[in-house]
């Protein structure tokens, strides 16, 4: 009886592991293989529906308290393992999504588990300071050990805060503080000047008429000052007061980029000289202090340029005194096979300011000393961050380095868009314009409802991906996802391309 019981547990195990590749399409790496890496469980294995029944549950309960308009489904953290998520069903999800490219080194990572039990880190969260005022004795080491030891070089002035959207609002302020500084030639007017005043009713001289410039299709946050600056979607900005900003296109590139080098030359110039124009016409009305850029525009539906694009858009902001700010938010830490992204564009001079949130766990902007300012509370708030989170970062920054996890996003980067391009082959009509750099990938699907469809489906078969942009599908696995995974994930991604044939 045993005997037999074993053999129906192995075939349902089968069953729900089993493969259905293209035609023409071979794994390179199959679930069998030993390159698991952390973790725990070896294949997706759903029970349910997703969501299912606890989740439907769960969210009729939360509905009362809040809006769950975007909730997808609860999740299950003690039992998620590296790279699978598992939800309040018991589905063992491959999560390829992250929390939305939060998670460096994918869930209940032990390294990590094991700072959380020590005293030092008990203390910080326990007696979380507040940063401005009053850190830690270990704060200047901390700083040292975490944001300036993976800091973009000449860039040496850290502001922690608590996400990314925090990090470019005052990213901005740090932007506009600088250009005034500039135009006065001093940090700050006497306090007997007009300035003092005006500003206070939130009138010129004290208030100036300043824009920072952003890219149509960007997305920068949803703080009010970030929200003027982000343009990916409708819903983020439908009824808030916005600052009238200048928008400039980003560039449309046609994939294959080898088979269109000349269109996409052609249409990176003109959103450059696009750039340009905008500049000189809003220095009459609210001249441009900053410029802002995404390495990748990910919200906006992966849009990427190339890194000639970047060089120039640096050398528009030198040539017109624009402070040149590089929202890393999302592509930071390591995916892309650089720490930076912007570390592919080969600049000759840095960037001014870099920010960044999500897998460095803390958010910040990082910038030149020239942007400095000396005067307390201008840069402000209660905690400026969580040092217990500097904490998380000094160790991942050990492990991505011990273990070369850059190198390695590159390398199964690499393998991941060779076997979307692989797929796009074997579904012509379905799949195209697969890109990405590293590990940082998306592909297109035929249409907007044929996409949300084709990610629905494998949520269903146990595979998490994000959608972005109108009919993107977008991958943000953890530093720890290996060839293996993306077999799996090619997998359940065929399935739904063939489900909506």
């Known amino acids: 009886i045993r005997f037999l019981l074993s053999i129906n547990k192995l075939s349902q195990h089968v069953q729900n592991t089993r493969h259905y590749f293209a035609p023409g399409i071979r794994p390179q790496h199959t679930a069998s293989s030993p390159a698991h890496g952390d973790d725990v469980y070896q294949q997706p294995l759903v029970k349910t529906e997703i969501p299912g029944p606890k989740t439907k549950q769960l969210s009729d309960r939360t509905s009362s308290m809040q809006n769950t308009g975007a909730l997808a489904f609860f999740c299950d953290f003690e039992r998620s393992k590296a790279n699978y998520l598992v939800d309040g069903d018991e589905n063992i999800i491959l999560d390829c999504f ?3 490219s939060s998670m460096p080194l994918g869930y209940n990572n032990k390294e990590l588990l094991d700072l959380c039990k020590t005293p030092a880190f008990q203390s910080t969260v326990l007696n ?11 704060f200047p080491q901390l700083i040292q050990d975490t944001l300036l030891k993976v800091a973009p070089p000449g860039l040496n002035q850290a502001v922690t805060m608590a996400c990314g959207s925090c990090a470019n609002e005052n ?3 740090v932007v506009f503080m600088w250009y005034m500084k500039n135009q006065r030639g001093e940090e700050l007017p006497l306090p ?8 206070m009713k939130n009138q010129i001289p004290g208030s100036p008429k300043l824009s920072i410039l952003s890219f149509d299709g960007a997305f920068h946050g949803r703080t009010l000052g970030t929200l003027s600056t982000t343009h990916s979607k409708p819903i983020h900005k439908l009824d808030i007061p916005a600052f009238d900003w200048p928008i400039a296109p ?12 000349s269109e996409n030359t052609k249409e990176e110039a003109r959103c450059l000289a696009a750039v340009e124009e905008l500049i000189t016409e809003w220095s009459k009305r609210a001249p441009v202090a900053g410029i802002v850029v995404e390495p990748i525009q990910a919200e906006g539906g992966d849009n990427h340029a190339s890194d000639d694009f970047f060089r120039k858009l640096r050398e528009i902001a030198l040539k017109h005194n624009v402070a040149f700010v590089v929202d890393e938010v999302q592509t930071g830490v390591a995916i892309t096979g650089k720490w930076w992204a912007h570390e592919h564009w080969g600049l000759e001079t840095p960037p001014d300011i870099v920010t960044f949130a999500k897998k460095m766990f803390i958010g910040a902007c990082i910038h ?3 942007l400095h300012n000396s005067q307390g509370y201008r840069i402000y708030n209660t905690w400026m961050g969580d040092p217990s989170k500097l904490l998380f970062l000094e160790k991942t920054i050990d492990i991505i380095n011990s273990r070369d996890l850059v190198s390695a996003a590159e390398t199964t980067g690499d393998y991941l868009i060779k076997s979307l391009k692989d797929l796009e082959k074997a579904q012509p009509g379905l799949l195209s314009s697969s890109r990405g750099r590293g590990m940082f990938t998306a592909t297109n699907v035929r249409d907007p409802g044929a996409r949300d469809k084709v990610v629905k489906h494998m949520l269903s078969q146990g595979v998490l991906v994000g959608a972005c942009g109108t009919e993107s599908i977008r991958f943000r696995p953890s530093l720890l996802f290996t060839p293996t995974h993306v077999d799996i994930a090619m997998d359940r991604l065929n399935q739904g391309l063939n489900s909506v044939k």
Not at 128 to 138: C, E, H, N, V
Not at 192 to 199: K, L
Not at 250 to 261: N, S
Request: net charge negative; charged share 30%.
């Open 368 to 370: 030149q000393l020239v």
């Open 192 to 199: 007997d000047d007009e300035a003092f005043t005006t500003c």
């Open 128 to 138: 979380r300071p507040a940063l401005g005022i009053f850190p830690g004795t270990d």
């Open 171 to 173: 990213a901005y302020k």
């Open 250 to 261: 980003f560039p449309k590139l046609k994939y294959p980029l080898e088979e269109h080098e």
């Open 98 to 100: 992250q929390q939305i």
